[in-house]
């Protein structure tokens, strides 16, 4: 059992998947190019700067648990959801404004908004590209619905900017679709590529939990940690009006006349205001009730990783878990 995550980083805990990873990357490489070069030099920085690779490596542990064979399959799949993932990133960005991923400038930023939805496009079209012709209908149709369900979550985010009527279960519907069911896909596809998956359901409550426990620890960092801390700007979400986690357990658990405040300070949105919302979440240990949200869906995935056979990609699978939910980016 691991109980100290600073004993390993993400280089660490892929390393014995390091050479998969760049079998990944090559096939990325060579399939995100336009041949407009302004445009594949941002795109292969976007690539290069987001080197956390969680998704793709989901595909890759989950199909050496499964004992999948034509290694081919699995590494091309672990490419076109990398590739999905990063077209979706450039389109957050664009919604949220980020002038910065990870401490480099964001596509939208660099390039216009205008060239970034399209860059997007290009990216969700290219990762089709890198699906084999003879992929069963089943996974196929494993990644339509992930995308579906990721911008559905996003549709719903921007729905409600109202903390009264965007309650928990509301919170938990929407970060389901637009992160967890994604994560899900690439554990449930990564096993499924087996002649004789027995993993299926597993696979796929192992990527939802991981999914809404990243997701949680995000909205968490955006109040809790400067950009020197994730590389992005804190505050996203407040400035861009969303509502997440940590402002709708604070409205749950404050008075009638507490709630004012914070209605106050959420609808006025300015740094000042900002500062005093982050002191009431940090005072009032709500962070710390949306940390052990989190925790507890990690702990969740463990349980489930149980039923597994033991082997190394079962080990990087807990480690990761604990990864997620310790993570500053």
């Known amino acids: 059992m691991i109980h100290n995550f600073k004993d390993f980083d993400l280089d660490s805990l892929f390393s014995s998947i390091n050479s998969d990873l760049l079998t990944v990357d090559s096939i990325i490489a060579e399939n995100i190019f336009c041949e407009i070069d302004f445009i594949d030099k941002s795109l292969l920085g976007l690539i290069d700067n987001n080197r956390k690779r969680i998704r793709c490596a989901l595909v890759v542990l989950f199909s050496k648990i499964a004992c999948v064979a034509n290694t081919d399959l699995t590494f091309k799949l672990a490419a076109c959801v990398e590739i999905l993932h990063n077209a979706a990133l450039i389109h957050d960005d664009v919604i949220d404004s980020a002038k910065f991923r990870r401490g480099i400038i964001s596509v939208p930023a660099e390039l216009g908004n205008q060239i970034a939805v399209l860059a997007g496009d290009y990216l969700f079209a290219r990762s089709l590209s890198v699906l084999p012709e003879n992929i069963s209908v089943i996974i196929r149709n494993s990644l339509i619905s992930a995308v579906q369900d990721m911008t559905k979550g996003e549709l719903l985010q921007l729905s409600r900017k109202d903390l009264v009527s965007f309650d928990e279960e509301f919170y938990y519907q929407t970060i389901s679709l637009k992160t967890a069911k994604f994560m899900s896909a690439c554990c449930f596809i990564g096993q499924k590529l087996a002649v004789n998956s027995k993993y299926d359901s597993i696979s796929s409550e192992f990527g939802e939990k991981l999914g809404m426990a990243f997701q949680i620890v995000d909205d968490v960092n955006d109040y809790e940690f400067e950009f020197s801390d994730t590389g992005k700007m804190n505050g996203v979400d407040y400035f861009e009006g969303k509502i997440t986690l940590p402002l709708i ?81």
Request: with cysteine; aromatic share 10%.
């Open 249 to 329: 357990v604070l409205w749950k658990n404050s008075t009638l006349d507490f709630r004012k405040k914070i209605i106050k300070l959420f609808n006025k949105r300015n740094k000042k205001n900002f500062n005093k919302l982050c002191k009431l979440l940090k005072d009032s240990e709500t962070l710390l009730q949306c940390r052990n949200i989190a925790l507890q869906y990690a702990e969740d995935c463990r349980e489930l990783l149980k039923k597994l056979p033991d082997c190394a990609s079962k080990d990087i699978l807990e480690k990761l878990t604990y990864f997620v939910t310790n993570r500053k980016y």
